[in-house]
Nanobody
Framework: QVQLVESGGGLVQAGGSLRISCAASGGTFSLYAVGWFRQAPGKEREFVARITWSGGSTSYADSVRGRFTISRDNAKNTVYLQMNSLKPEDTAGYYC????????????????????WGQGTQVTVSS
């Protein structure tokens, strides 16, 4: 059983940067692919980015590609999401999720394929 805890959220001005983290415990974290999802009030949860267990492959939603970077440090059992050039529309609760499944790039965009979820961290971007 893997436990995930997000941190690093906060309030930032448009154009600014923020790095959020997802710390894992309770399992062999290096065996899990990790995704970041976000959910704004009144909207469905949406895929943001994911990274494979080795960190050798990443993928991003079109809305964040070129601005966000996902990375991981398996020695620290942590996955990061560096967010640059933030926009007000990036405002949402951000959730990390982990899966031991081997997912295609398309499958990795689906929240249903992830088995473990954190409680989320709020990111608010002011205009």
């Amino acid at each position: 059983q893997v436990q995930l805890v997000e941190s690093g959220g906060g309030l930032v001005q448009a154009g600014g940067s923020l790095r959020i983290s997802c710390a894992a415990s309770g399992g062999t974290f290096s065996l899990y692919a990790v995704g970041w999802f976000r959910q704004a009030p009144g909207k469905e949860r949406e895929f943001v980015a994911r990274i494979t267990w080795s960190g050798g492959s990443t993928s991003y939603a079109d809305s964040v590609r070129g601005r966000f970077t996902i990375s991981r440090d398996n020695a620290k059992n942590t996955v990061y999401l560096q967010m640059n050039s933030l926009k007000p529309e990036d405002t949402a609760g951000y959730y990390c999720a982990a899966t031991g499944r081997l997912l295609s790039t398309i499958e990795a965009m689906g929240a249903r394929w992830y088995d473990y979820w954190g409680q989320g961290t709020q990111v608010t971007v002011s205009s």
